[in-house]
């Protein structure tokens, strides 16, 4: 912890002093910095490293996404360092700046509010972007977990339900399209929000290349269990919109999304929710 301090401090470049250091996440990795500037300013920042939910390599990946991100304008924090292999900071370790707003959405959201994060996926997918070793492809949303796999292996219980839509989806090809950045894990609780608009994507350790009807998909599925069956609609409009064209294979891509989720993790009115949303995917394949 010292060597990784004393790194912290390093990268403020003697311009600001370490103020309180918090937890988001259960006393450990990521944790939120407050620094002061010399005026006397405040602000805030995010360091992250390994932790008993993150990865080294997810470190790296984080990393190089925010730098695509700025590359190309994308909302999203800004990477201020990193140390991928920690050699400096003793352990992996990367310094992001803090977006303003809430990662906390209504209990019942505009329309509004769906279709900016639509939107804000949609501009994600306008960087082409080919796999790479810390951006690597991604086949599924949350791509390091394969919960179909697991069920066909008998590591995890399943149900009628998910083993008919596991075979229908095995049996078809993935669809072609373009290969393009993707966030890998799009849930409200990964955006910062307010006063209707997205104003930045949050916590891109899955990130890398992919089809976009990998956070289509995703987005989808997580606020149909979320709210109601028009959410994902707005969704997918904002989407539309925003990129100028139709989504391909969305059935294919919601299917998949609802399909790479833990079988008895869920209270059963958010697995109803679930299993409403793979049937219509199913309906429409």
Same mark, same amino acid.
Not at 82 to 96: C, H, I, K, N, Q
């Given at each position: 912890?010292? !060597?990784?301090?004393?790194?912290?401090?390093?990268?403020? =470049?003697?311009?600001?002093?370490?103020?309180?250091?918090?937890?988001?996440?259960?006393? !450990?990795? %990521?944790?939120?910095?407050?620094?002061?500037? %010399?005026?006397g300013a405040?602000?805030?920042?995010?360091?992250?490293?390994?932790?008993?939910?993150?990865?080294? !390599?997810?470190?790296?990946?984080?990393?190089?996404?925010?730098t695509v991100a700025e590359r190309h304008g994308l909302p999203a924090p800004r990477l201020v360092?990193? =140390?991928?292999?920690?050699?400096?900071?003793?352990?992996?370790?990367?310094? !992001?700046?803090?977006?303003p707003g809430s990662s906390t959405w209504p209990a019942t959201p505009s329309a509004e509010l769906l279709l900016a994060a639509g939107a804000a996926v949609a501009r994600v997918h306008t960087v082409t972007l080919a796999p790479q070793p810390h951006l690597p492809w991604r086949p599924r949303p949350i791509a390091v977990d394969d919960f179909a796999a697991d069920r066909r292996a008998g590591r995890m219980p399943t149900t009628a339900l998910l083993e008919l839509a596991d075979e229908l989806v095995q049996a078809i090809t993935p669809p072609p399209g373009p290969v393009v950045f993707v966030h890998g894990d799009v849930w409200p609780g990964n955006t910062v929000v307010g006063g209707g608009a997205v104003h930045a994507l949050i916590d891109w350790k899955t990130a890398g290349a992919g089809n976009p009807g990998v956070d289509l998909g995703e987005l989808r599925k997580q606020v149909a269990i979320l709210y109601d =069956?028009?959410?994902?609609?707005h969704v997918l409009r904002g989407w539309e919109r925003a990129g100028g064209a139709r989504a391909d294979d969305v059935a294919y891509w919601d299917a998949v999304a609802a399909l790479n989720t833990p079988t008895g993790s869920y209270s059963r009115h958010a697995a109803d929710r679930r299993d409403a949303f793979l049937r219509a995917a199913l309906a429409r394949l």
């Open positions: 912890m010292r !060597e990784l301090l004393a790194w912290l401090t390093a990268q403020l =470049d003697g311009r600001m002093t370490v103020g309180a250091i918090r937890s988001l996440h259960g006393g !450990e990795s %990521p944790w939120w910095i407050d620094v002061t500037a %010399p005026g405040t602000s805030s920042l995010v360091l992250r490293c390994p932790s008993s939910r993150i990865t080294a !390599e997810q470190i790296a990946t984080n990393a190089a996404a925010l360092a990193a =140390d991928p292999d920690g050699r400096t900071a003793g352990t992996p370790a990367s310094l !992001e700046t803090v977006v =069956d028009d959410a994902p609609g």
